[in-house]
């Protein structure tokens, strides 16, 4: 990934951004051909991996013997940049601000066991941002139920072997500028220009 030295940001970032945005692009290539595949993922930082599952009907999880190389890609907040939002305008054109991981690794298959500790961690990590709601947990569902789903998806690892990140947020920019991009987007009334702005306030408090 081309990144900037503005913009190159240290692995823990990535994986912050990760826990934060589990959402992501799974590519490989399966039959010589490249397959994408959007999944949620759950960083097992112990285990130096992501841990997430595909349907076993999706083709991708048959590159997953551990000697294939991946990409997952994993998107942060993003908005767009108007000029006008700089001292000198005439002399700027429109951009993007964003942040973005990509994590490169040889994804391989878990076992039925290991496919249900996927299962719970998921379960367990979105059910917690729903608190005060009762967490829901795997231990509900009809163990024949449960059987049959199991046989229909395909639990997978992809380690940590080399990490990306890209935090793109204004860092070139001179500090008055900087600040009066993060001030328009904070005032608009998109989510996305407001999650922009509050992290662009968290890489330089004003």
Not at 36 to 50: A, M, Q, T, W
Request: proline content about 7%; glycine content about 6%; aromatic content about 8%.
């Amino acid at each position: 990934m081309y990144t900037p030295r503005h913009f190159a940001a240290e692995d823990e970032a990535g994986l912050d951004l990760i826990e934060r945005h589990g959402f992501g692009a799974l590519i490989m290539t399966v039959d010589g051909k490249p397959e994408i595949s959007h999944l949620p993922f759950v960083l097992d930082r112990e285990g130096n991996r992501l841990l997430a599952h595909a349907a076993r009907a999706n083709p991708i999880w048959k590159a997953m013997d551990g000697s294939a190389e991946a990409t997952a890609v994993f998107n942060g907040p993003n908005a767009y940049v108007s000029p006008d939002w700089y001292e000198k305008p005439a002399a700027a054109v429109p951009t993007w601000n964003y942040a973005v991981v990509h994590v490169h690794g040889r994804p391989a298959t878990l076992d039925d066991a290991g496919l249900i500790d996927v299962l719970a961690r998921l379960s367990a990590l979105h059910e917690a941002r729903l608190a005060p709601k009762r967490p829901w947990t795997v231990d509900k569902l009809a163990d024949e139920f449960f059987a049959g789903l199991r046989k229909a998806i395909v639990g997978f690892a992809l380690p940590l072997e080399r990490i990306e990140t890209k935090i793109k947020m204004s860092q070139n920019r001179p500090a008055a500028d900087y600040a009066r991009v993060h001030d328009a987007l904070a005032a608009q009334d998109d989510a996305d220009a407001k999650a922009t702005a509050a992290m662009m306030a968290a890489l330089q408090p004003r």
